[in-house]
Nanobody, 114 residues
Framework: QVKLVESGGGLVQPGGSLRLSCAAS????????MNWFRQAPGKERELVAT????????NYADFVKGRFTISRDNAKNTGYLQMNNLKPEDTAVYYC???????WGQGTQVTVSS
């Protein structure tokens, strides 16, 4: 059974950092493109970052470039989103996604507030 489980969200002050994890099971995650999306209250879900299979390349939305880093640990079958210099506008539920398997995690809440 294909499954994605996000973790690592929480409450952080502006300027702080968090690292989100996306644990995959039921498939070999390194063979697939993985995305991180986010959805803030009252807004549409938006793409944050993408990593290709085997981590060959990455891509970022303009609003996180230079602050967020997407990566993967193939041995752990896990993807990550390192988020630095967080801003209040980064507050959202963050989801990982493997598009070719139509698979989504349940999401993890990130709140940036003083």
């Amino acid at each position: 059974q294909v499954k994605l489980v996000e973790s690592g969200g929480g409450l952080v002050q502006p300027g702080g950092s968090l690292r989100l994890s996306c644990a995959a099971s039921g498939f070999t995650a390194s063979r697939y493109v993985m995305n991180w999306f986010r959805q803030a209250p009252g807004k549409e879900r938006e793409l944050v970052a993408t990593i290709t299979s085997f981590g060959r390349s990455t891509n970022y939305a303009d609003f996180v470039k230079g602050r967020f880093t997407i990566s993967r640990d193939n041995a752990k079958n896990t993807g990550y989103l390192q988020m630095n210099n967080l801003k209040p506008e980064d507050t959202a539920v963050y989801y990982c996604n493997v598009p070719s398997l139509s698979s989504w995690g349940q999401g993890t809440q990130v709140t940036v507030s003083s």
